[in-house]
């Protein structure tokens, strides 16, 4: 460990951030790179481990990171049993990992998104080079076989104590029991190895998520609690803009989501065009099922963040209809900072950053006819949407703050170094 550990007040730490990917692929990744800008604004040294990829931002680091690794497209049988033992362990992964860390001499590693592409192999060379760990957790891989604590479309938590096997038994992943077996293996191998209790503190971006993984047996020595940041200095420019009509949703497209529902409820609504900003392997079904209801429904394809500001400030509502435990996606903070009232499933993470509904609209998750009434109310009241907006925009600055983030992060790095 290098001198930057014995001191803490004005000494930058040197610090190494783990992602699979480097580019703005989902949220997790999204904050995983505003992450190290943050990192490097208050003067810490940093160094940057992840996946060769085609659409990764240029870093110095990127001679270190290890092979690119796809497991979407047509595989064969043999390749995707090579998949399914890779997506386990990634031996070359773990080599590389262990030459960035001799080379760089971090202080404190710090994880995000590792499964699957980079693989724990990265995580057990860090513990292995006696480099203290921290790991953002950004779902539910390591109590759930197939991540997203659903089995069909309800909440399952039967993999609950490490009874993993629920997952065979319920196709659980994508529904095919090839890819539902190989991550039920590799959950065992992660039980069995023990790397997961090992790590030093846990990060969970919503209570709803840091209590569900312990109330479902993750071995965490320590977890924190850190809201995911976003700015706002703009906020009192953006939420003054009242010129909206419609409705917008922005994410993946699949089925999680609950985009289908969303589609059916608007197709009820008269005046109520829906936009949506995503992809996913859901698409060419939704786009079916718009043009059979004749919702008025447009598809644009992901976007960059300027441009769903954009929208944002065009749209009356933002909806948010996901069916699984929601962490704290980053699209209803980019809304209640511009001001956009949001209308959300009542479950997991959503409930909580909109403060249990007196901070947002709420509705029952999958329930089309409750989805088509809360939308509607929302439309019609004015006023009280309004008021929800305001409150969201104080809320948002006041557990969301950049500043308060880094510096929570910090002083977990500050612990474990001292």
Known sequence: M???????????????????????????????????????????????????????????????????????????????????????????????????????????????????HLTLSVVQASIAAAVPTVWTLHDYHWVCPATSLLRGDRPCERCSGGRYWHCVAGRCKAGELFRSLAATVESYLTQLRGTLGRVDCYVAPSHFLGRKVLEMGLAARRLEVVPNPVQVEDAEAASGQRDRHGLLYVGRLSPEKGVAGLIRAVAGLADAPLRIIGDGPEEAGLRELATQLEADVVFDA?????????????????????????????????????????????????????????????????????????????????????????????RVRRRHDPRGFIEHIESIYESLLR
């Open 2 to 116: 290098s001198e930057a550990s014995t001191a803490w007040d004005n000494v930058p730490v040197r610090i190494l951030v783990v992602n699979s990917f480097h580019y703005r692929r989902g949220g997790d990744s999204a904050q995983f790179l505003d992450h190290v800008d943050a990192l490097e604004r208050r003067g810490h040294q940093v160094a940057v481990f992840s996946m060769q990829y085609e659409q990764n931002l240029p870093s110095r680091w990127s001679g270190y990171w290890a092979p690119r690794v796809e497991y979407r497209g047509v595989l064969t049988p043999r390749d995707r049993l090579h998949a399914s033992w890779r997506s386990i362990h990634s031996a070359e992964s773990g080599r590389r990992m262990a030459r960035l860390l001799r080379d760089f001499e971090p202080d404190v590693v710090h994880f995000h998104t590792v499964q699957a």
């Open 302 to 394: 992901w976007a960059s963040r300027s441009v769903v500001r954009e929208r944002m400030a065009e749209a009356s509502l933002l909806c948010v209809p996901s069916i699984w435990y929601e962490n704290c996606p980053g699209v209803v903070l980019e809304a209640m900072v511009a001001g956009l009232p949001v209308v959300a499933s009542d479950i997991g993470g959503l409930a909580e950053l909109l403060h249990g509904g007196r901070a947002g609209w709420l509705a029952p998750p999958g329930e089309t006819g409750a989805w088509r009434r809360v939308i509607g109310e929302a439309l019609g009241d004015e006023a009280r949407t309004t008021q929800l907006a305001a409150r969201a925009l104080t």
